[in-house]
C-alpha cells in the first residue's frame, strides 16, 4: 500500500478526547482500507525509550513510544505528528502496519465525520502480566469488551 494521501492528512483533527487526554478525530467520512497517517517521531533504542520514560510502580505509565523493530521505537514526542494523539481502544477503527521501516495508520472499517481514531496499543511487558501490572496501564475506553488494561496478551 502507499504512504498517506496527503489530502486525507486536512480530514483529521486533534481535539479533546474522552478516552483520554487529546484524541484524533475524522473531520468528513473515511472508507475502511485508508491509509490514513505514518506515525512520526525519532528512531531511538528500546534503552533509551526506558531512560526517557522510566516505569514508576503504582503510578499510570504513559510514552509516546511506537516499537518499530526489535531494536528501535520511535519516540512520537519528539518530531512526531499528530499520530502520536490516536488513543487506545479494545474495539479500534484503526490497526498500525509496518512497512519498510515505517509504521502507518489504516482504517479497519468506515470511519464517520466527527469519529475518534482508536488502535488497540497491545502492550507487551517483560514482566509477567498480574494485576497490579495492569493497573499501571489502565484502559478508560469504555467499549463493551473492554479489558480494563492497555496490555495485550502475556507473552
Keep these: 500500500?502507499?504512504?498517506?494521501?496527503?489530502?486525507?492528512?486536512?480530514?483529521?483533527?486533534?481535539?479533546?478526547?474522552?478516552?483520554?487526554?487529546?484524541?484524533?478525530?475524522?473531520?468528513?467520512?473515511?472508507?475502511?482500507?485508508?491509509?490514513?497517517?505514518?506515525?512520526?517521531?525519532?528512531?531511538?533504542?528500546?534503552?533509551?525509550?526506558?531512560?526517557?520514560?522510566?516505569?514508576?510502580?503504582?503510578?499510570?505509565?504513559?510514552?509516546?513510544?511506537?516499537?518499530?523493530?526489535?531494536?528501535t521505537v520511535i519516540d512520537g514526542a519528539r518530531g512526531g505528528n499528530l499520530s502520536r494523539w490516536i488513543n487506545h481502544s479494545c474495539d479500534p477503527n484503526c490497526e498500525s502496519v509496518w512497512e519498510d521501516g515505517h509504521v502507518y495508520v489504516d482504517a479497519v472499517r468506515d470511519l464517520a465525520p466527527g469519529e475518534e481514531l482508536t488502535m488497540d496499543y497491545h502492550l507487551v511487558a517483560e514482566e509477567p502480566h498480574t494485576a497490579a501490572l495492569a493497573r499501571e496501564y489502565p484502559c478508560r475506553c469504555g467499549a463493551p469488551a473492554c479489558r480494563g488494561t492497555l496490555l495485550g496478551e502475556n507473552r
Excluded: C, N
Excluded at 478526547?17 to 487529546?22: E, M, N, T
Excluded at 534503552?47 to 513510544?65: I, K, M, N
Design 1 to 71: 500500500m502507499p504512504r498517506p494521501d496527503p489530502r486525507t492528512r486536512r480530514s483529521l483533527e486533534v481535539r479533546r478526547s474522552g478516552i483520554h487526554g487529546k484524541g484524533v478525530y475524522a473531520t468528513g467520512p473515511i472508507p475502511a482500507g485508508t491509509r490514513l497517517i505514518e506515525y512520526r517521531g525519532e528512531h531511538i533504542s528500546h534503552a533509551e525509550g526506558d531512560r526517557r520514560y522510566p516505569v514508576e510502580e503504582g503510578v499510570p505509565h504513559h510514552t509516546f513510544l511506537f516499537v518499530l523493530d526489535e531494536d
